[in-house]
């Protein structure tokens, strides 16, 4: 065990100083009996898109709700095709399935992980199957915006959709514009280890189409525009009101906490120039990792810090030895999950993916991180030999 043992995440930090004022909030609503949507859930709907800078913001259950009711709003179906990176969580991938279209992968920027607009170009111009290509469904992931200059021009030139997996980047900006109201449609997540969380499931679409908004609110609540007349087949996803009630309280401190977070990756950064082990390629010295790089057009959140290592494996268990959290966001690209196979793609068909798969390794960040702690995270993985 290190001298010092550092958990990949610690809510209690966040919650004590919060306490009251998140009681307070929870007790309005029991007080209130409204439990579905109602007036916390409209109050939260409007400091959300507020922040966004998005016209409009529609709770529901969870973000892969969120995606797959972006999706549906947007008309995707049978016999459409949306592009998407493989290098995601599952759900970026399973909503459009559930939606009946057809997932299409594009590779990954190495650099900064998230889908290649070169990739997605490449597919573009070669892609023959049956589905026509309606949305481009990037995924900022790590909580830094995917290249949103180059998506814009392709979805001008390709006249396509662009829906934004925006679940981990809350706060996040591209040129200053923030996540979800960068493309037509955005997805967040408010899962509880997100940057803005609920005590349980939620999640949020935004949109700045009026039409699209309707369409949203209408597919989240069985597709109901009048009280029990289906016009289409939608699903339950309400937000509950005390989630919403939690996420309004939490919402005024996330600019603080994001610039927090921010904050313990550059002191992350420092600390491992200063120990020597950052390097720009990987080598064959074990201990040699690659820092994160923010693409200076990106206003990163950092909902995680993830650095390469060529002897991953062998570092997240030293790691794990020593008391000292970290996680692999992801261990295997969606192309090659079992649940996805009947998509036919190979091991090898985005090996900027697979690579990462392979190489990546998330640390502990998270507001109230203290500096001994990183330290401690930093001369742990210094420590580490074959
Ligand atoms: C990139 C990405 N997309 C979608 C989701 C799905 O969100 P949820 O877990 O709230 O359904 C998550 C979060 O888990 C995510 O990280």
């Known amino acids: 065990m290190a001298a010092l043992t550092v958990p990949m995440l610690d809510f209690a930090r966040q919650y004590a100083p919060l306490r009251e004022e998140i009681l ?5 609503v029991c007080d209130s009996q409204r439990f579905v949507l109602g007036p916390a859930v409209e109050s939260f709907e409007l400091a959300a898109a507020r922040a966004c800078h998005a016209p409009h913001a529609i709770g529901c259950a969870s973000g892969t709700d969120a995606l797959w009711l972006a999706l549906a709003a947007a008309r995707i179906g049978p016999g459409d095709a949306v592009i998407t990176s493989p290098f995601s969580f599952f759900a970026t991938a399973s909503a459009i399935l559930r939606t009946g279209a057809q997932p299409l992968f594009a590779d990954i920027d190495p650099i900064t ?10 597919l573009l111009r070669t892609h023959q199957g049956p589905a026509r290509i309606k949305a481009i469904l990037p995924v900022h992931l790590y909580g830094q915006c995917a290249d949103f200059d180059a998506f814009h021009d392709l979805k001008q030139r390709h006249g396509l959709l662009l829906i934004e997996d925006a679940a981990q980047a809350f706060g996040a900006s591209w040129r200053g514009t923030p996540a979800g109201d960068l493309g037509d449609l955005a997805a967040f997540s408010f899962y509880p280890t997100k940057n803005l969380s609920a005590f349980g499931d939620a999640g ?5 189409s009026d039409d699209l908004a309707e369409r949203t609110s209408m597919l989240r609540a069985h597709g109901m525009r009048r009280r029990y007349y289906h016009d289409e087949i939608g699903w339950n996803s309400r937000l509950d009101s005390l989630q919403a009630a939690v996420l309004q309280v939490k919402l005024r401190y ?3 906490w994001n610039e927090q977070r921010r ?13 020597g082990l950052a390097t ?3 080598d064959k010295n074990p201990r040699a990792i690659v820092l994160p790089i923010t693409d200076p057009r990106a206003t990163h959140v950092f909902h995680q810090y993830v650095i390469r290592s060529a002897h991953r494996d062998a570092l997240w268990q030293h ?12 261990p295997l690209p969606l192309h090659l999950q079992t649940s996805l196979s009947g998509l036919d793609y190979r091991k090898g068909d985005f090996p900027l993916s697979e690579q990462a798969a392979d190489e990546v390794l998330a640390l ?13 995270v930093v001369n742990t993985i210094q420590a580490f030999r074959l």
């Not at 949020?204 to 700045?208: Q, R």
């Not at 904050?263 to 420092?270: E, F, G, P």
């Not at 502990?364 to 401690?376: H, M």
């Open 280 to 282: 720009p390629a990987l």
């Open 204 to 208: 949020l679409v935004t949109t700045s």
């Open 24 to 28: 307070a909030a929870v007790t309005e």
């Open 319 to 330: 790691l794990t030895d020593q008391g000292i959290g970290s996680e692999i966001y992801y």
């Open 113 to 122: 992980y998230n889908l290649s607009p070169a990739a997605v170009e490449q």
């Open 263 to 275: 904050q313990i990756a550059r002191r992350y950064d420092d600390l491992f120039t200063a120990a």
């Open 254 to 256: 996330l600019p603080a």
């Open 364 to 376: 502990p960040i998270y507001p109230g991180l203290r500096e001994e702690e990183q330290q401690a």
